[in-house]
């Protein structure tokens, strides 16, 4: 029981993990705009016939797939920590502008580069946040996955309440925004400690 608690003693008392799961939360809402709630726009806002938006839905499955695929090569040529800033980054803005275009097809485009960049995004996330304490890596592991369901939950609710409040334009832009909040902590709070151990290695 003692070992069980440290372990979350360990994850918690890491100001970079927090940050990390902060982030990662945030992220993960600003990502339900586009899971969500993309459907129901294009059905409503430019009454996409239901076979038309399906095809679509097959399309942005196959780009966050293909975000999360790439995401390993990408890693190594930019690190772990660059390249979650920039895809949490677009992420949010494309979350946050496709429903503020006019044309359907340009908002149809926002939205296959937001899943790219989602995928992009989750694999970035958890490989990063997963680094922050090595020692409880298992521990780190659950409470990620936590802070995921959080953050989808949150965004759920929380684009829900803007859509009844405001319309999808006021959905997109609320959650988007927290996506670029989750690119500002993942800066200023997350290090790379893989990034950190081979500079210490490469210093005489």
Known sequence: VRDYF???KGVFS????????AGTALSGAAWMAILVYGASFFRQQFLMATGLVSVLSIGTALCYTSGSLVA?????RFGRKLLTVLAVLLTGIFAASYTNVTNSWLSVALVMLGCLFSGLRFAATTGLTLEQVPRFRGTMMSVNHAAVALGEALGTGIGGLALLLFNYEGMAISLGA???????IFQLLAIDPT???KHKHSSP
């Not at 390993?72 to 190594?76: E, N, S």
């Not at 927290?178 to 500002?184: H, L, N, Q, S, T």
Request: net charge positive; glycine share 16%; charged share 20%.
């Open 6 to 8: 440290g372990a979350f």
């Open 195 to 197: 990034k950190a151990e």
């Open 14 to 21: 890491s100001r970079s993990a927090n940050g990390c799961l």
């Open 72 to 76: 390993g090569r990408l890693v190594r």
């Open 178 to 184: 927290m996506g670029i909040a989750a690119a500002i």
